[in-house]
Structure formats: C-alpha cells, structure tokens
C-alpha cells in the first residue's frame, strides 16, 4: 500500500487511538475506551499543508501526537518517507525523528523557563550528537530564520512575547532540518495581530524549504488560508477529505456544511439569515459513539440507513474528493431540499 | 476633550443612555511595579443596543466592565478617576450595599469560563434559583424553581425538569453556558455584559449561544456589552463598537461603519490582519512588531512604534492622540485618522487575490 513515490512523506492508514476508560485504581471490566482516532487514513506530500480541523475532542491533536509517537497508537500505520514506523522502538525511532518534529500549541508551557533560548533551540542538535562547534552559529541561524536576532539565544523565554515565543519553538522544530512539522494549532493562544505574522512566517518556511505541514486547527479561516488539502474529522473520524476549494467552497458532507456555516462572517452587512444551518446539541461521548454515521444524532438528512451502515469514505461525486455519507451533495443541490434546519 | 465619545451624538439623536462610563483610570499594583490598565476610557451604552468593546489580551477591555460592577479588588487595583453613571447615580461612589442591589438584577454578567463561574457542588436548578431570591425576598422556593426550569426551556436546555437538578459537571460546555445565560436574565436586567462568553467554545457550540443570547435579548430588551476578540463575532452581533489598544480607547463607531472605513490605523490593520473565509490570499497584511508592554507604554500615541500611516511623524510620538469626532458618531484617536479615507480598506494588499465575491464591504 505504501508508495514512497511523489515526495509523499508521510502515509497514515487506518490508525486507530483508544484511551482505556479506568475507574479508581483497575481497568473496567467492560473495556471501555475513549475512541479518539478510529480508523484514519491520509498521506502529505512534501511541500504540501494538510489541514485537518474538527471540533474540540474529534481526535485531530490525537491524531498528530500519534504521527509523532509521542502517543502509542492501538492500531493502524504510519510511513514516513515509505518506512513503516509502527513498529519502531525508541532507538530505531530517532533517526525517524529527525524527519518530523512538533509544534506545540501554548509557546508558554513548551519552552523550559530555566533554560536560555539557545540551549533551547540547540537542544535537538545535542540530543542527536550534532552540536559541536558550529553549533552556536547554526542555533544563531535559526533564530534569524524564524525572524528573531542572533544573540536572542543568551536571552531566557519570559523576555519574549507570546508570538516571538511561538518562533523559538519553531526554530527549535527546525534545527534538525526535518520534513514533516505537526503543527498543533499553532496560533490559537496568540494575539490576534500577531497570528498573521507567525503565518506568514511557516508559509515562507514552507516554500524556502519544501516542508510538508500537518496543520491541526478549529479555526476555518486560518486552515483556509494555508492548506492545500483539508481533513474534517469528527468523532475519531475523518468524514470529508479534499482540496481546500472542494471543502471549503464545494463541501458535501453535513457536518462540514454546518462547520462553515457557523464561521462568524466578518461583515456586518452579511449577518447570519435565520435559515442558516445551525446544529442541534453537542457531539456525541467518543466513548460511546452512535452507531452507523456517527454523525447522524445531529444530521438533518438521517434516515435509517445512517444507523444501520456506517458510510465509507470514498470519492462519491468527484475524483479525489472523498466523503464519508450516505447522501452527500453540494450546497447548491441542497438549496430547494427540505430539512434545512432553522434556528 | 470635554465630551466623552458619544454625548455629543446621543444629545443630537436623543438616545436613552442606559450606562456610561467617563475617562476612567485604572492602575495596579504589581510586583514589578504600578500597571495602568485603562486611561481615561470613556463609552456609553444606549438603550436596546448590543456594544462590542474589542481588543487583545492586556489592551483594558475589561477593565472598564468589572468597575462598573465594582469587582476591581482594592487594593491592588485603584481607580485614579472617572465616573460611571447608571439610574442618575455614580456607580463607583455607591456603597457596597447599592452595588449588591444593582449586581444581577439591573446589571448582570456572563462570564468567559462557564466551567469554573458555576459552583461544582450546587444543582444548577439552585443556582439559578439563588440568583433570583437573593433579589425577591417574597419569593418562594418553589416558585423560583419553576422559573428556573422555564428559563432553562427559554434559553433552549433540553428536559429543563430533569437538568435542574443536575449538578455542572452533567451539563456540557455549551449548555453550561446557557444556564450562564439563563441564570444572568433570570432578573431581567437592564444590562447585560458578556465578558468573551464564546472564547472556550466549538464554533459551532457558538453559533447556538449566539442565537440563544440574541433571543434573551429580545425577551428582556436588555442592552448588552459584548467583550470580545473576534471580529467575526462583533460584526455578527454589535450595532456599535469601541475598539480598545494599550488601556486606550482608539475607536469608535458604529457597526457598519468600521468595518466598511475604519478611521484608526490599529482597527484597520487587525481587520486586514486577519484570514478570512471568502477570501483568498498570498500573503496576510501582519500588523508588524508586539502589543505594548503595559509597564512601559510608549510615549505619544501606544500604537505609534506599529503603526504604519504614522511613518514616525514627531507629532504621533509627542502627543497622545485624544478621541475626537469625525463624523456622525464616528470617533478615532488617531491625529491623521482623515488619511485613512477614503478607501484606505479598499487599497488591494500586494498578491490579494479575491477568489469569491462575498469579500467584505462590498454591498451587494
């Protein structure tokens, strides 16, 4: 199944992460589990940003944890660059690690505060053997690639803002020149007039370096604007996979109709008419998901077939575009059909 | 200035101010010395309306809101001046006991967090109900039971007769926060202040709390700060906006307004700054360098060392700009705000790409 052809630098198929649900100091007899990522598959080429967004507790931060092995997965695999790293222990790991490497959300709690940010930012090189004398230069390198100042590196993380905060973790998630960055909502702590800066920023990186980007976030707007493909997951799930413009302009599945029709509209003279779709209630417990469609407790279009069957995800009305519903159908075909709910 | 930013305009339209604060002034004490968290901050909320106070962490937005509900712990807060006026009386000069009165019944709030503003270990059904005795001693228990249960169904809870007696942790985030909502109307309060109420939530647990807060609106006719971040949601909700940069309040006008010409540099660069789903770009317009560090404002104007229509001119680093009107109900505190007009917004970004025709200010 795994092609290393095309640049494809990373391949995740059928990778599944459940949490045992434990009850004071045993296991439940019942084996209960939360099941956070239940059979997701996708692959990111180099050069290319895969966004996957969903709501909070779909699986999506799981999900990029498990590419990195910083979870255990329960089942599935995961290639990089055509190996499979399933299987791996830590020694055969660290050689892979250098291909990928993460991008945590909080710049404040990611950063030790004891140490300077040089240490920081060559802390990667150490940990690989590669620090030697070039190693202050190569650290100084970094910081002026993401945009700080050389001799930052004597300076300790508290001395910085949140965003320049946010470019230390990224200079640190570069020093050992790797392929793949999971970057797990990388701008959602920072101040909103900050956010495009470090966006411009991982785009520039991306071109200069041919990186390919594992984009993990809620907000649409952003994984709009820079991804190439995008993931929708809800419930363990990926229920809609496609270019940006199929999900974001030409999206099938009702859940992701429901997603970008609850996206403020940043134009007052548009506000939101009262036949908008808005979904009822919350997302079902992972824990116990719905039977069939998980997604059909709050879908406008269920019908019994959606409990009895659990919709596979395949290309159903155009190539490349793959969508996880019985009745999937474009916004357009959707207008003049009934069920549309109001709020 | 001798007027704060809307007298002049609500004297013309002769509006009902329900609430007004003039040039407040904040300070704390810090261990790293004396923060100035809002100067000379001036606002007033009209009758029925919903005002949107936007701003980013540190720049005071809610400063203003918690005197006005006397919640600034003296010390090591300490208010340096200004007033705040609500019912002919000067809120900051009340005593605790007239603040008690007026907390939850005339103003209420809705807090950021619903999960720590709810006490763990009370049903919600109590809480609620507690809302509603502290203020009607002649109530009773039951009575204020069973408004609790139709405030939940109002505010859209499912099975509100079982839900209120659950305890919070068996509500989920969105519904946590319509019992916050439930819970803030139950006295039908003249104010109602929503401190960032969707911050924590899915946008799609937002969209419903939108709704439910619009439809609490409409029931109580309370009229509403709205304390918030997110452009998308001010332009969904507020009918006029104050913009707030550095403890200051830059902007002000109405809805539309600002966002079809806004006449303050900041407000138009946070607006280029941020992606946006109709619209497709190479490059986002950043607003370069840091918000100010509180403890060491810039001299002149705070967003001078971003700012780039100032372009370094001696007056913006030697004068603080004073909010001054522009036009109708239009204030900015910027001294070349008449630079940003016309079409400043209009000036395409370099690589700005319009992929549909659903862009902002565009009219149909």
């Known amino acids: 199944m795994s092609e290393t052809s095309n640049g494809e630098v990373l391949r995740v198929e059928h990778l599944v992460k459940h949490f045992p649900i434990k009850r004071g100091t045993k296991a439940s007899a019942g084996g209960k589990a939360v099941r956070a990522v239940d059979d997701v598959s996708f692959a990111i080429s180099e050069g290319e940003t895969l966004g996957l967004v969903g709501e909070s507790g779909c699986g999506k931060t799981t999900t990029g944890r498990v590419v990195v092995r910083l979870t255990e997965e329960t089942g599935g695999s995961i290639f990089v660059d055509g190996q499979d790293i399933t299987s791996y222990n830590a020694r055969q790991l660290k050689p892979v690690r250098r291909k990928m490497q993460i991008v945590f959300q909080d710049p404040f709690a990611s950063l030790n505060p004891r140490r300077s940010v040089g240490f920081i930012v060559g802390a990667p090189l150490q940990i690989h053997g590669l620090y030697d004398d070039t190693g202050p230069d190569r650290v100084a390198q970094l910081l002026e690639r993401v945009g700080l100042k050389g001799d930052d590196a004597e300076r300790y993380p508290h001395e910085f803002s949140g965003g320049q905060r946010q470019r230390i973790g990224i200079a640190r998630a570069l020093a050992l020149e790797p392929r793949l960055l999971i970057l797990d909502e990388p701008v959602s702590a920072l101040d909103v007039s900050i956010q495009a800066s470090v966006i411009n920023l991982l785009r520039k990186l991306q071109q200069d370096l041919g990186l390919a980007y594992l984009f993990i976030s809620h907000d649409l707007s952003i994984v709009q604007h820079v991804s190439d493909r995008v993931a929708v997951m809800y419930l363990g799930k990926i229920v809609e996979i496609g270019t940006r413009h199929e999900i974001l302009r030409t999206p099938t599945h009702p859940f992701t109709q429901a997603l970008l029709a609850a996206v403020p509209n940043p134009d007052p003279t548009k506000r939101t008419n009262a036949d908008r779709l808005v979904l009822t209630g919350d997302a079902p417990s992972p824990s116990d998901p719905p039977s069939g469609c998980r997604f059909r407790t709050r879908c406008w279009k269920a019908a019994d077939v959606c409990a009895e069957e659990e919709p596979a995800l395949i290309d159903r009305l155009d190539p490349g575009h793959a969508v996880a519903c019985h009745f999937p159908e474009t916004l357009e075909q959707m207008v003049s059909a009934p069920g549309r709910q109001s709020s | ?364």
């Open chain 2, 1 to 364: 200035m001798a007027t704060s930013p809307t007298s002049a305009g609500v004297a013309e339209m002769a509006e009902e101010v329900v609430l007004a604060v003039k040039n407040l002034t904040v300070e704390f004490e810090t261990e790293d010395g004396v923060l100035r968290a809002v100067e000379q901050v001036s606002w007033e909320l009209l009758q029925g309306e919903t005002l949107g106070l936007v701003g980013e962490s540190g720049s005071g937005k809610s400063v203003s809101v918690l005197a006005v509900l006397g919640l600034i712990k003296q010390p090591p807060g300490r208010i340096v001046s200004g007033e705040i006026w609500y019912d002919g009386s000067d809120l900051l000069a009340a005593t605790h006991g007239d603040l008690r009165a007026i907390r939850g019944t005339d103003i209420a709030m809705i807090f950021q967090d619903p999960t720590t503003s709810l006490n763990p270990v009370v049903t919600v059904g109590s809480q609620i109900s507690e809302a509603m005795l502290i203020h009607d001693k002649g109530l009773s228990k039951k009575d204020a039971r069973d408004r609790a249960i139709a405030l939940l169904a109002s505010v859209g809870v499912p099975s509100p007769e079982d839900r209120v007696h659950q305890y919070p942790h068996e509500f989920s985030g969105g519904m946590k926060q319509r019992a916050m909502i439930a819970m803030a109307i139950a006295n039908k309060p003249r104010v109602l202040i929503a401190d960032e109420p969707t911050t924590s939530l899915d946008v799609t647990i937002q969209a419903q709390f939108l709704d439910v807060l619009r439809a609490a609106q409409r029931e109580t006719g309370a009229s509403t700060i709205f304390i918030t971040h997110d452009l998308g949601v001010i332009a969904e909700m507020a009918d006029r906006v104050v913009v707030m940069y550095g403890g200051r309040v830059v902007e002000t006008a109405d809805v539309e307004t600002i966002f079809k010409s806004p006449s303050h540099p900041y407000t138009l660069g946070l607006m280029n700054s941020v992606p946006k789903l109709e619209l497709e770009v190479h490059e986002l317009a950043a607003i370069p360098g840091q918000p100010p560090d509180p403890f060491n404002l810039p001299p002149g104007c705070t967003f001078q060392p971003r700012c780039e229509l100032g372009q370094g001119r001696s007056r913006c680093t030697e004068e603080v700009p004073e909010l001054r009107e522009l036009g109708s109900r239009r204030w900015s505190a910027c001294h070349f705000a008449e630079e940003l007009e016309p079409g400043f917004m209009a000036r395409p970004a370099e690589g700005l790409e319009i992929i549909t025709d659903a862009s902002p200010g565009e009219t149909p």
